[in-house]
């Protein structure tokens, strides 16, 4: 496209944009929310009171199963190998097993968190 049909496809564009129409006029006062509710909190979360759930049990038992299994696992992988000795293979053993357990906790909270308690 030339400049001078890039600057007229512009101005009929910016033309059409601007134009006052009826129906414009008309929808803009729907879009806009009453004031009265703009800022209300619905009924449902002012009445409602969220039930307990076993999360912290959920949290508690995936953390030290996948917390134990993790420090099973570290503790075969660096046994049998030179090149992690002393402080190495100790450092590597509790990473590990704290990597682990935070991982079983958050899954067994995101699981618990799906049972209430009764």
């Known amino acids: 496209m030339t400049r001078p049909t890039c600057i ?7 033309a059409l944009v601007a134009a006052p129409g009826h129906a414009q006029s008309t929808a803009l006062p729907e879009l806009r929310p009453r004031y009265s509710t703009l800022f209300a909190v619905p009924r449902m979360a002012r009445d409602s009171v969220a039930r307990p759930t076993h999360w912290k049990t959920g949290a508690l038992v995936g953390g030290v199963a996948l917390g134990g299994l993790g420090l099973v696992t570290a503790w075969a992988l660096t046994g049998d190998t030179d ?22 906790a958050t899954i067994g909270m995101l699981i618990g968190g799906l049972f209430p308690k009764q």
């Open 83 to 104: 090149s992690y000795s002393g402080d190495n293979r100790a450092l590597s053993i509790i990473g590990a097993t704290l990597v682990s357990a935070m991982l079983g």
């Open 8 to 14: 007229l496809y512009l101005i009929v564009a910016l």
